[in-house]
Structures are given as C-alpha cells and as structure tokens.
Nanobody, 112 residues
Framework: QVQLVESGGGLVQPGGSLKLSCAASGFTFSNVVLAWFRQVPGKELEWVANINGPGTRTTYADFVKGRFTISRDNAKNTLHLQMTNLKPEDTAVYYC?????RGPGTQVTVSS
C-alpha cells in the first residue's frame, strides 16, 4: 500500500532554513503528482506546493513563493521541500501527500 514518511523537521530560528524529505513506497513514484501541505493545530490543512511526476513543473502557495522549493528524486522515491527565510507563521506540521493520502507529518517550529 502507499506509504509516505516525512523527516527533517525541527526547531529553527526566524530567517533560518530546513530541508524536509519524504520517503515514498507502494506506488510508481515517478508517475504521480506529489504535494506538501501543512497544518496548525485547530486550523485546516493548508496546501504549500506541488510537483509533477517528472519534476519539471512546480506550483506554490503565494505565502511561500521565493522561499520554499519543492523537488523530487525519482531514482530514490523521495520528495523534498527546501525551506528558507523561515518565519514564525511557518510553524506547523508538514505533510507529504499523494492525492488524499498523507504521511504522519513532521513538525516545523520557527521560534527565537
């Protein structure tokens, strides 16, 4: 079955950077659009970015444009999210998703 496991979260100061990764299995990785979402407790899930199968087309939510970069390594079945210039409002649990399926998430906390 589809499995997605995120990693790379942590505590970072404002202005800092983190790179999230998502290890995927159970499907033909290179054929599907993948996305990152995030969620703050008590709030709805929020779309961050997505990427097409070959990795040639990416789209971003306005609030991360110019700061986050989504990428994928189809040889390693891995999705990434490079986050730079992090802000306190980026604090959330970040999820890797394939359609309605998501992993357990990884916590990102931006605080001084």
């Amino acid at each position: 079955q589809v499995q997605l496991v995120e990693s790379g979260g942590g505590l970072v100061q404002p202005g800092g950077s983190l790179k999230l990764s998502c290890a995927a299995s159970g499907f033909t990785f290179s054929n599907v659009v993948l996305a990152w979402f995030r969620q703050v407790p008590g709030k709805e899930l929020e779309w961050v970015a997505n990427i097409n199968g070959p990795g040639t087309r990416t789209t971003y939510a306005d609030f991360v444009k110019g700061r986050f970069t989504i990428s994928r390594d189809n040889a390693k079945n891995t999705l990434h999210l490079q986050m730079t210039n992090l802000k306190p409002e980026d604090t959330a649990v970040y999820y890797c998703t394939k359609g309605p399926t998501r992993g357990p998430g990884t916590q990102v906390t931006v605080s001084s």
